[in-house]
């Protein structure tokens, strides 16, 4: 294991200690003694961090009412895994919820820990997991949402992504040989022609590449958002074939959990242990895990496509099927939603449903005869399939109504300008708005076109929610992040400032404008 793991537990910070003191997977075992206990009889540490290694995540904003984050590999489940998903949160009321996230993957909200059991077993039955999904430990592993489907997709990567989870949690059992990183760790692939993964955000991602025309992928390294640094991630100047992806996986986390810095949580990312080797240093590391040189990477990769977002009607590469992308705004999910969605998939597609990193969902396989009934079912009118510019594009992560790293309330307060914006504006082209509640930055703002990042301020003497404003994200072909503009917005005086910046950037046109001069 490493230097680190090795050393007295007196040197270790408070995370390293009671990992050492006892692996967070072992928390499995005692599900049942927990739910007999009672959140407020467990002890500390269980409840609030090792809770985590099976995806249970106490809130301290909703005491008593956990949070449960999924293994969704590729964003694919079936309507009964949706229907058994509905059914956890239809027990809370109005308590229970579930949010999309912008790993492709869905969080349950409402979650009573004397359920856990139950909610368990649930899950088991239908192939279901949330296993080393918080903490540190690999985060969902995200592919092409429309993989299999697409004819313009130069690989499928649902089998990969599922090999690779495969892999890291034993098949969902859990793993220990990966439970106990130095901290979360973000793996991509993605098989098209568009970087639907956002590839450079991730801390390991594949991207498509011909070498000497055999198809491949070139390897980016490093990527992450905190709340110190964000980086995108970099070429390790390598090149494999698909049949080398899984190990190459299993080289790199291996080489991040015995080396990677485990002193300072704020430095404990992949891109730190980069930096502080040099990339040679670490790529040689990681060739004699693997047992064999890399090839060095291919001069192009196939990234060359704008980013899709796939709301909407599309065909499929298989003749006389066609996948629609629903809108879901920022989201969120309620049980009648959940069984809503499993039951048009069950009856009009293949029992299928994707997730896409837009926070969105898409029903795939549904046949050329079925389409127009499709299209017409009641749901559609609140998850379309054509809404707003602005609209279709919004993300938000949980903000303050549920996450306690949040300073201020992001996703109600995000669907309410993105309307009042689109009441007065006329847009040409869609503009990616994300808002995120801290800079932890789940939400993203540093890919999108205006990012919105949580922050108190300060106005007239009182300290009021505000926002730092990021512009120049760019996502698909010749992605990068954007930087900070603006800091210290207060969220009252927001809606003029997006306007403005709407109208200046964008091309946007006021409507009263736009009916004057026509």
Request: net charge neutral; with cysteine; glycine share 10%.
């Amino acid at each position: 294991m490493t230097d680190t793991a090795t050393s007295t537990t007196a040197s270790l910070n408070k995370f390293e200690k009671f990992k050492a003191e006892k692996d967070g997977l072992s928390v499995k075992a005692e599900i049942e003694k927990f739910a007999s206990l009672g959140w407020e009889a467990m002890d500390e540490t269980d409840r609030d961090h090792r809770l985590k290694w099976v995806g249970v995540f106490f809130r301290p904003v909703t005491p008593g009412k956990f949070m449960m984050r999924m293994r969704l590999p590729n964003g694919i489940l079936t309507s009964d895994q949706m229907r058994v998903l509905a059914e956890v949160v239809q027990r809370y009321g109005d308590d229970g919820c579930a949010d999309i996230t912008t790993r492709q993957n869905i969080q349950l909200r409402g979650i009573r820990i004397e359920d856990l059991p139950d909610i368990f077993n649930k899950m088991h039955a239908v192939g279901l997991t949330s296993i080393q999904s918080g903490m540190d430990n690999i985060r969902n592993i995200t592919g092409d949402p429309v993989a299999g489907l697409d004819g313009n997709e130069l690989f499928d990567t649902r089998e990969l992504v599922q090999q690779i989870q495969d892999m890291l949690t034993n098949k969902g059992q859990g793993n220990p040989e990966f439970t106990n990183l130095p901290r979360k760790f973000n793996i991509a692939i993605t098989g098209g022609r568009d970087n639907s993964v956002h590839a450079e955000i991730n801390d390991l991602a594949f991207i498509p590449a011909f070498k000497e025309g055999e198809f491949g992928f070139n390897i980016v390294v490093g990527g992450f958002f905190s709340a110190k640094r964000c980086e995108a991630a970099i070429p390790l100047n390598a090149w494999v074939p698909p049949a080398d992806v899984v190990a190459v996986c299993r080289a790199i986390v291996e080489v991040f959990r015995d080396h990677g810095l485990r002193g300072n949580r704020q430095k404990a990312r992949l891109m730190w242990l980069i930096d502080e080797w040099g990339l040679d240093k670490f790529r040689w590391e990681v060739e004699n895990r693997l047992g064999k040189s890399f090839i060095p990477a291919a001069p192009k990769d196939e990234i060359d496509w704008e980013k899709r977002d796939h709301v909407g009607v599309y065909k499929q590469k298989q003749p006389g099927l066609n996948y629609v992308g629903l809108h879901i705004p920022v989201g969120r999910l309620y049980a009648g939603d959940m069984f809503e969605i499993a039951r048009l998939a069950s009856v009009y597609g293949s029992g299928e449903i994707r997730l896409t990193v837009e926070q969105n969902l898409i029903i795939p396989n549904i046949p050329d005869s079925r389409l127009v009934t499709f299209l017409a079912e009641p749901l559609l009118e609140r998850f379309g399939i054509n809404p707003g510019l602005l609209t279709r594009s919004l993300v938000s992560c949980t903000g303050a109504q549920f996450c306690n790293f949040a300073l201020i309330e992001t996703k109600n307060r995000a669907l309410a300008t993105i309307q009042a914006l689109e009441s007065e504006l006329i847009l040409t082209r869609p503009v990616r708005i994300h808002w995120t509640g801290c800079p932890n930055s789940c939400g993203q703002p540093q890919v999108a076109d205006i990012g919105l990042m949580g922050t108190k301020t300060r106005k007239n003497g009182k300290t009021l929610e505000g926002v730092d404003i990021y512009m120049g994200g760019k996502v698909g072909k010749d992605a990068h992040l954007g930087t900070c503009v603006t800091k210290g917005i207060p969220c009252e005086d927001l809606p003029p400032v997006l306007k403005d910046l709407l109208i200046q950037h964008f091309g946007a046109k006021l409507k009263q404008e736009a009916l004057v001069t026509h």
